[in-house]
């Protein structure tokens, strides 16, 4: 959409122009779909967290003040949002899991390069749901241990606990996938 239209359809959704409404979701909910889904347990809870964050862009549009994109804005309104679901649903972040206390190091000749976006992406998918909320908050969304605490309702000390044991969890996943290959490939 170009600018100059998507800045004519904002108007409008506050104007609550139910078309105008349906565009704007219908031009976004792809991207903001992909961001719920991040945080997400899955599809259905994603659609949820998605709903939830259009239901809200809608009725505090006019928070919107025009500084900074507004995709960046409905972005950070579906993260809240995600954060909100489940806060509600009461997610119990882990603090302890069957993750060994040794730290395997990945072979040194393990190619990341290798692995695809996607694989990497559904790896993150399969993080527990604590481990993969903070993950995404600090490794990807770039927020600090602070923030994460103050949006979670948690400690420092966890949400750096969660990180850890996230970066833990994925290094095993990537470790028995290069196992994996090396096995196929004395095959």
Same mark, same amino acid.
């Given at each position: 959409?170009? *600018?100059?239209?998507?800045?004519?359809?904002?108007?409008?959704?506050?104007?609550?122009?139910?078309?105008?409404?349906?565009?704007?979701?219908?031009?976004?909910? *792809?991207?903001?779909?992909?961001?719920?889904?991040?945080?997400?347990?899955?599809?259905?809870?994603?659609?949820?967290?998605?709903?939830?964050?259009?239901?809200?862009?809608?009725?505090?549009?006019?928070?919107?003040?025009?500084?900074?994109?507004?995709?960046?804005?409905?972005?950070?309104?579906?993260?809240?949002?995600?954060?909100?679901?489940?806060?509600?649903?009461?997610?119990?972040?882990?603090?302890?899991?069957?993750?060994?206390?040794?730290?395997?190091?990945? *072979?040194?000749?393990?190619?990341?390069?290798?692995?695809?976006?996607?694989?990497?992406?559904?790896?993150?998918?399969?993080?527990?749901?604590?481990?993969?909320?903070?993950?995404?908050?600090?490794?990807?969304?770039?927020?600090?241990?602070?923030?994460?605490?103050?949006?979670?309702?948690?400690?420092?000390?966890?949400?750096?606990?969660?990180?850890?044991?996230?970066?833990?969890?994925?290094?095993?996943?990537?470790?028995?996938?290069?196992?994996?290959?090396?096995?196929?490939?004395?095959?």
């Amino acid at each position: 959409m170009e *600018p100059a239209k998507l800045l004519h359809t904002w108007k409008e959704c506050l104007s609550n122009n139910r078309k105008a409404q349906s565009e704007l979701y219908q031009y976004f909910a *792809p991207k903001m779909y992909a961001v719920c889904l991040r945080f997400a347990e899955n599809a259905e809870s994603a659609q949820d967290i998605l709903q939830n964050g259009f239901i809200k862009v809608f009725s505090k549009g006019q928070n919107f003040e025009g500084k900074g994109s507004l995709e960046g804005w409905i972005r950070k309104v579906m993260l809240n949002s995600a954060i909100e679901y489940y806060r509600k649903n009461k997610t119990v972040f882990q603090t302890t899991d069957s993750i060994s206390e040794d730290h395997h190091e990945l *072979p040194a000749d393990f190619d990341m390069h290798s692995l695809g976006y996607k694989d990497l992406l559904n790896m993150i998918k399969e993080l527990p749901i604590g481990y993969r909320t903070v993950f995404n908050l600090y490794a990807i969304e770039g927020y600090n241990h602070k923030e994460i605490a103050e949006m979670l309702d948690m400690s420092e000390g966890t949400s750096k606990s969660q990180l850890s044991r996230a970066r833990q969890w994925l290094k095993e996943k990537l470790k028995k996938m290069e196992e994996n290959i090396h096995e196929r490939s004395r095959i």
